[in-house]
C-alpha cells in the first residue's frame, strides 16, 4: 500500500449495508460464489454476489469485510453520493483532497481511493476511461 494521509471514512458507508453488518443472504439477495471452495484454504472470507453489487464475507464471524458495488444505484452510493457510472472529476470532488490516485496502464484503470489507518478502512473507486466502473469499501489489508 501506497503511503498516503489518513482521512477519517468512520461515516463513510456504502447505502444500506455497512462494515461489520452480518451477513443475511436472503434479506440482501446474494449469491453464493462457487469458487468459495476452490480458495478455501486460501483465504479466510467467502464472496456472495448480487446484481448491483458483492461482498465479501468474514468465514467465521459472517460480517461483511468489503462491500463492492458494479452498477449504478442510488441505492448504492457512497455517503458523499458518488455512484458508479459518476466521473473521475465528481470523485475527485467529492473526495479528491487526501486522496491517492494509481493509474494502471496496462489495464487502462485509474484508481482513486482514501485510507484511515485509525479505524483500517479503505474506500476505492476503479475507473476506465474517465467513469467509475466499481466502488470498493473495506477493511485496510495489513
Known amino acids: 500500500m501506497m503511503e498516503v494521509e489518513s482521512v477519517d471514512l468512520t461515516q463513510e458507508g456504502i447505502g444500506i449495508i455497512a462494515l461489520g453488518d452480518f451477513l443475511d443472504e436472503d434479506l440482501f439477495e446474494l449469491t453464493y460464489d462457487?469458487?468459495?471452495?476452490?480458495?478455501?484454504?486460501?483465504?479466510?472470507?467467502?464472496?456472495?454476489?448480487?446484481?448491483?453489487w458483492?461482498?465479501?464475507?468474514?468465514?467465521?464471524?459472517?460480517?461483511?469485510q468489503t462491500i463492492i458495488v458494479n452498477?449504478?444505484?442510488?441505492q448504492f452510493a457512497t455517503d458523499k453520493g458518488i455512484q458508479v457510472m459518476d466521473s473521475e472529476e465528481m470523485v475527485m470532488s467529492a473526495y479528491g483532497e487526501l486522496s491517492y490516485r494509481y493509474e494502471d496502464r496496462e489495464q487502462q484503470i485509474v484508481i482513486i481511493?482514501?485510507?484511515?489507518?485509525?479505524?483500517?478502512?479503505?474506500?476505492?473507486?476503479h475507473l476506465y476511461d474517465g467513469e467509475v466502473y466499481s466502488i470498493w469499501f473495506s477493511e485496510l489489508e495489513n
Not at 452498477?71 to 442510488?74: D, L, N, V
Open 34 to 52: 462457487a469458487d468459495n471452495t476452490a480458495y478455501h484454504d486460501q483465504r479466510t472470507y467467502d464472496q456472495y454476489h448480487g446484481d448491483i
Open 54 to 64: 458483492s461482498v465479501e464475507v468474514d468465514r467465521m464471524e459472517r460480517t461483511i
Open 71 to 74: 452498477k449504478r444505484s442510488e
Open 113 to 125: 481511493g482514501n485510507v484511515d489507518r485509525v479505524h483500517q478502512l479503505h474506500l476505492r473507486f
